[in-house]
């Protein structure tokens, strides 16, 4: 059977008991135990961040996970955004659910045949997360509880065999909460940063890996998007802001993983819930050159494990 919207989020809440902080302690233990197994048959782990919203991540992160699969992967895309996910629409999904079985919650798959978990699944139509309880008085009960319903969710979706599994954060700074979700992931193998070449994102992505780096999560690289705007007519690629990303990585010591433009044409098909998926089309094409370098960078980096 399939979750029902509104009811299974509450039937989350109803798991979780914070009467005593041994129970509360004892209670996430089982919780990431839970995690840990639900992912133990998925290869590769990556995060996708950024310093502000507004930049395109989820876009990034979506056709990273396509391009994955393109390659012939067993791909994962993970949406762990409370109050904004949008993965499902974009993959053609919006308005179907998580199945029900005694091994787990399995996901929905899309196209190239890529499981996606989404917190949008959860929830009706036009419906925003709706807390009741202290968090009117108490902002940090508030962050309590979207923390433990994230790390329940994760222990109830059963993934199977992955080659990778691409989780989309939501946006947030320095000591906001994506790093704090990306630590509930088991043997992450890096995080992904994307940002737009304007020095606002810029300064605020170098608290985010500053950030990230003091929590042990290993930073692959920045993807910069919007880098230009790309002519749906003519196909002409102009700058759309200042700023100087590579500038930026060389002070972060990071590489930087490729240049999207802003493309009218693709983003059209994403907001229709019918990805463009052509792999000659010049901006996919950029995403699968980017996956070249993500790759080359987990192969270097386990070689180099290996040797030590």
């Not at 699969?69 to 974009?90: E, H, I, S, T």
């Amino acid at each position: 059977m399939t979750m029902a919207a509104g009811k299974d989020l509450k039937s989350i809440l109803t798991k979780l008991q914070y009467s005593d902080d041994a129970k509360v302690v004892q209670q996430i233990t089982a919780q990431m135990k839970q995690v840990q197994a639900r992912m133990a048959g998925i290869k590769r782990k990556l995060v996708v961040m950024s310093g502000k919203g507004g930049v395109g991540k989820s876009m990034t992160t979506v056709n990273l996970a396509l391009a994955f699969a393109r390659q012939g992967a067993k791909v994962g895309l993970l949406d762990v955004d409370l109050n904004g996910p949008c993965v499902p629409r974009m993959m053609g999904l919006h308005g179907q659910s998580l199945t029900m079985t005694v091994d787990g919650a399995l996901p929905p798959v899309g196209p190239l045949g890529i499981k996606v978990a989404s917190m949008d699944f959860f929830l009706g139509d036009a419906s925003p997360v709706r807390w009741k309880g202290p968090m009117d008085l108490s902002p940090v009960w508030l962050g309590l509880m979207e923390m433990n319903v994230i790390r329940e969710f994760l222990a109830d979706v059963a993934w199977g065999e992955l080659d990778y599994l691409l989780a989309d954060l939501p946006p947030g700074a320095a000591a906001d909460k994506p790093p704090v979700i990306a630590g509930f992931i088991p043997d992450l193998a890096g995080a992904i940063v994307v940002t737009t070449p304007s020095e606002v994102a810029s300064d605020v992505v170098q608290k985010s890996v500053t950030y990230a780096r003091d929590m042990g999560i290993r930073v692959l690289g920045i993807v910069e998007n919007m880098s230009e705007y790309r002519c749906p007519s003519c196909g002409a690629e102009n700058e759309l802001f200042e700023g100087n990303t590579e500038a930026m990585c060389e002070v972060l010591d990071l590489p930087l993983l490729g240049r999207i433009p802003f493309d009218r044409t693709l983003a059209k098909t994403f907001d229709k819930g019918q990805p463009l998926l052509d792999p000659d089309y010049p901006t996919i094409r950029k995403y699968q050159d980017i996956v070249g370098r993500i790759q080359a960078l987990l192969d270097y980096k386990k070689v180099l494990a290996e040797k030590l």
